[in-house]
C-alpha cells in the first residue's frame, strides 16, 4: 500500500527539510530514485514529482544511473521555488499545499521510520480471495492423482 498522506507528508518534509545533513543525503537520493507510484495523494505525488525533476543533475549519458543535486543552495532553491510558486509544481497547487516544505518532520522520523517507509511505498495488498474459492482450490490439491512408478 503506497503512502497515504500524512506519511507522504513526512516524506516531502524530510526531503526538504534535511538535505544538508550527511546522515540523509544517501536516503534522500535513494527516496527520489523511486516511482511516483508510492505517493498517493495527487498533491502530494506533483510536489514529489517536482522536487525529483528539479534535483535531478544533468547527465551528458543517458545510460547513466539518475544522480541528483543534494545539499547546498542548488536544493534550497528548488524548494523555495515550490514554495513561494507553487503553480510550477502544478496547476492545482495552492500556497497551504506546499507551506509544509522545509520544515522538519520531527523526532520520530529516523532511520529506522525510513526503512519503514521504503517498506510501504512498495508494500501490495494481496488480494482476498473468495471463501468459496479457496474451498475448491483445497479440494483440487487433495483429489489430485497419483501415479504408481514402476520399480
Do not use: C, H, N
Not at 512498495?122 to 520399480?151: L, M, N, R, Y
Request: proline share 7%; net charge negative.
Amino acid at each position: 500500500m503506497p503512502l497515504d498522506a500524512e506519511l507522504g507528508k513526512k516524506m516531502l518534509q524530510l526531503l526538504t527539510s534535511r538535505y544538508d545533513d550527511r546522515q540523509w543525503r544517501k536516503r534522500i537520493e535513494k527516496t527520489l530514485g523511486l516511482p511516483q507510484s508510492g505517493v498517493t495523494d495527487p498533491i502530494q505525488q506533483q510536489i514529489f514529482m517536482y522536487l525529483k525533476l528539479g534535483l535531478k543533475a544533468y547527465k551528458s549519458r543517458r545510460a547513466d544511473p539518475d544522480s541528483w543535486i543534494i545539499g547546498g543552495y542548488a536544493t534550497k532553491e528548488v524548494i523555495d521555488r515550490a514554495k513561494f510558486q507553487p503553480q510550477l509544481v502544478g496547476s492545482t497547487v495552492k500556497k497551504e499545499d506546499v507551506a509544509f516544505l522545509g520544515t522538519d518532520p520531527g523526532q520520530e522520523v529516523t532511520e529506522p521510520w525510513w526503512d519503514e517507509m521504503l517498506v510501504q511505498w512498495f508494500d501490495v495488498p494481496e488480494e482476498e480471495k473468495p471463501a468459496e474459492e479457496e474451498k475448491s482450490e483445497a479440494k483440487d490439491s487433495d483429489a489430485s492423482p497419483t501415479v504408481p512408478s514402476k520399480a
